[in-house]
Structure formats: C-alpha cells, structure tokens
C-alpha cells in the first residue's frame, strides 16, 4: 500500500501538528497520526504528560484528517511509565481523589476508548501501571518481542491501579488472569502478555514498525463513519462503565491515604525509582526493596 509523503510546510500541518506538546511529538500522514512519547529518563505520567494527552483528545475531536492514531516511543526501554508518585502524594494532599465524579485519568482513558477514531500501541519498551492502564484502554496494541513489558505494579506501592486496569483486565484478560496481573505486580513479556490477550499480538521488534504501519494505514483508508460505526459496534458491551471508576477511585483514595504508602515511595526513590536504569528489572524485583 502506498501512502502520501508527509514532507510538509508549516502552512501544510495540521492543527495536532502545529500544537505545541511538550511530552510527545505528533506526525499526520494518510490518515494517521503517529504520537512519539519523549518526555524524560522514562516517560513517568506526570502533569505534564497527562495534560498533553487531555489536550490530545481535544484536538483528536475536531480533526476530521485523521482516522487512525498510534501511539509508539522515542525511548526503546520505555513505551509509557507509570504516575510519577510524587505527584500522586501532592494530589492525595490537595485532596484531589476525594471528589465522587469520574477522575481525571479514567476519564481520559475513556475518551480514547470511546472516540470515532481507531486508537493503537505499538509497545517497545516497558509500559507499567498508567502506562500499562494506557494500553488496555487503546482499540488494539502489539508489543515487540523481547523488548515490550507490561506491569501493573500498584500492588507493590501499596495502591491499586487508579485509572481502572482492574475493569479493563477483567473484560480482556479474564477475572484470574486479572488477577495475577494485579495482584502479582510483576513484568509480563510480550510474548506472555499475547498469550493471556493483555496485548493483540506479540510481534519480533524487526517487523512490528511495518506490521502497525501496514494496518493503520489500511484502517485510514475506510471510510470516517464506517470506522466509527464499527468501533461503537463493539463498544456497545461496555457502556454505562462511570460508577466503576468512581468506584475503584474511592478504594484507590483510601489506600494512597495510608502511612504505608509513603514510607515504599521513599523507599523507591531512594533505590532509584523512575531513573531509566532503576527501573529496568522486572518489577517484582521491588517486592523486597519496599517491603
């Protein structure tokens, strides 16, 4: 399949490309946006990183070029990381989880899920807790062997996984699997993450660029409304889904409120936490740090 040359002038961008991200970089080509995390040693979700993507789905609704939006990364040891704790500390003391409206991060996510627009994660690199909550939420993702790894290591901080993997797992992965995942708080590889439907495929990092490309710009070249139709088709299974997160959002608020959670935050940043060498290990190798 052939696709339009994305050399570009200034006057020839769209609005997502002439917007100023300060965690991402955005290309249009054909019908698809490709979003490249780069934002730090590790690409933490922090204000920064989720404002970006707030403003993203903003543009994304009026963008009528676009159909298709895969999101990939600049760092080849890091897709997307998990909350940057520090700033889950100031918003628990601002009292920003004590609200009963739909929190801002499984808001957002809902939103990609939700949108007349294909959304997909080409996952090179690890992607851990609202990283990894970032891609169940996506219409589909495919992880590089060898080199993807998916976590939701809440349980080992001493919280749950606030943006709602717990509900997304159980409806992808099934209620034991999600389980594990959750409860265990450790790495799953690529190839383990397929097998357990956490990810669409487990794809070899040498071919994983023109397999994402391949389907995305074939996906573009549907048409808008019949994209979207399909992808309400779908959805119809889960609609009404607000009351869960609000839900898991109040547990989360209960548990970030205990001392507990504070002292494995210090601990973890003192072994290195959110450096991109300290969290290179499987993250079950941090049991033991912030025990």
Known sequence: ??????????????SLERYNFESFKVSVNAGVAFVTFDHGETNVLDMTSVMDLVALADRLENEGAVKVVVFESANPDYFLSHADFRLLQEFRDKGVY??????????????????PKVTIAKVQGRARGGGAEFVTAMDMSFAAIDQAFLSQMEIIIGILPGGGAGQYLARK??????????????????LDAERYGYVNRAIPANEIDAFVKELAYRIASYPAKAIARNKA???????????????????????????????????????????????????????????
């Open 1 to 14: 399949m052939k696709h339009a040359n994305n050399n570009k002038s200034g006057t020839d961008l769209t």
């Open 98 to 115: 004590d609200s009963e409206e739909m929190p801002l991060y499984s808001g957002l996510l809902e939103r990609f899920r939700t949108m």
């Open 173 to 190: 992965v099934g209620r034991s699997r999600a389980m594990e995942i959750c409860l265990g708080g450790g790495d799953f590889s690529a």
């Open 233 to 291: 088709t779908v959805n119809l299974f889960e609609e009404g889904r607000s009351q869960e997160f609000i839900t898991s959002n109040a547990w989360f608020a209960e548990l970030i409120k205990a001392p507990d959670f504070d002292l494995r935050v210090d601990k973890f940043f003192a072994k290195g936490g959110q450096t991109r060498s300290g969290e290179l290990s499987d993250w079950r190798n941090w049991a033991e740090h912030l025990a």
